[in-house]
């Protein structure tokens, strides 16, 4: 339960409103740091939920499928260049990307994590490596502003961040092909 008073704590932290508007202001910030930090706050806080609600994980995500399609929606929904504006200027939408992450995105994916096989595992890897790199092609490519809370230098800058983040995913990935993490355990 440590874990899960953890991803509490972290939880409460992202949400007080001088730390949500700070990483919020800088556009690489708010997508790189404050989003993922939100969906390891919900993995940290998911053991909590899996304790207390056995049978609605087993009923519902009982091979892990489920939990990563709802993930890869999510996470690809606040991906888009809207979805990060509308979280800047309505609140509901920033209401719901503080509930979305953790505990739709967050909770599914530690609970899907270990129900899948190396396919549905891999299948994540390849999905944040492409959409990494149509990402960071998207925002390095437009010429047009495509978030009006962002500068266009904000946004060239997030475009590359998002094509290293995909090269690491891809350089990681690679090396699970070639090495067997369970030898080193």
Wanted: proline share 5%.
């Amino acid at each position: 339960m440590k874990q899960a008073m953890y991803g509490l704590a972290l939880y409460i932290f992202l949400i007080l409103p001088p730390v949500a508007t700070l990483m919020e202001s800088v556009m690489a910030i708010h997508m790189h740091m404050q989003m993922p930090l939100l969906v390891i706050a919900g993995m940290l806080m998911a053991k909590f939920f899996q304790i207390k609600f056995p049978a609605f994980f087993e009923k519902w995500n009982s091979n892990g499928v489920p939990g990563l399609l709802l993930f890869i929606i999510i996470w690809t929904y606040w991906m888009l260049p809207r979805t990060m504006d509308e979280a800047l200027t309505l609140q509901s939408i920033e209401i719901f990307k503080f509930i979305s992450l953790p505990f739709l995105a967050g909770i599914s994916l530690r609970d899907s994590w270990r129900k899948l096989d190396n396919r549905g595992k891999y299948s994540i890897y390849i999905y944040l490596i492409l959409s990494s790199i149509v990402m960071g092609w998207l925002y390095i490519a437009s010429p047009e502003q495509l978030c009006n809370n962002y500068l266009i230098v904000e946004q060239r800058a997030l475009g590359w961040s998002f094509v290293i983040v995909g090269a690491c995913v891809l350089a990681y990935f690679i090396q699970l092909l070639f090495y067997d993490p369970s030898e080193y355990e």
